[in-house]
């Protein structure tokens, strides 16, 4: 209580724990070990039956590709996403920029915007699935990065 009037007669400058405000946000917004499995479980699956779905649909006449680049391209991020759960966003986001992943990190990401742009924009079927076979490929990368480093 004592904080909040503080706080709220501006005695108060935010730094008197030596903490800054992301520092704080982060600690206002931990999950429990649980909920954090839970959560990439979750997303982790969406991502997976998102990308299968996605494969699945590829063969449907006139709006195949436009629902594969889609549903592939929103599994690839369900299951990028589902990894911020057992990292947090601030650490997964400074493994992803690291010096020896971003190479992967920025040609996944291109990947993901080409293979949209193939889709919608461009219409050229060979294009969006290459760049499909790119996103899977750099995915795959950039994993063995990550255990080749945890061997190491």
Request: with cysteine; hydrophobic share 55%.
């Amino acid at each position: 209580m004592d904080k909040l009037k503080q706080v709220l007669s501006g005695q108060d400058d935010g730094a008197s724990d030596g903490s800054n405000i992301l520092e704080r946000a982060n600690q206002a917004s931990t999950l429990a070990l649980g909920t954090r499995v839970k959560g990439f479980i979750i997303c982790f699956v969406l991502g997976v039956v998102c990308s299968i779905l996605g494969t699945c649909l590829l063969w449907v006449p006139a709006v195949g590709l436009i629902v594969f680049a889609v549903l592939y391209t929103a599994g690839n991020l369900c299951a990028l996403g589902s990894t911020m759960f057992l990292m947090g966003p601030l650490r997964q986001l400074k493994t992803m920029c690291a010096k020896e992943r971003v190479i992967a990190t920025v040609l996944m990401l291109v990947c993901l915007v080409l293979t949209l742009c193939a889709a919608f924009w461009w219409k050229n079927n060979g294009l969006a699935v290459l760049f499909c076979i790119l996103q899977f490929l750099a995915f795959t990368w950039d994993a063995i990065i990550k255990l080749f480093s945890l061997c190491v």
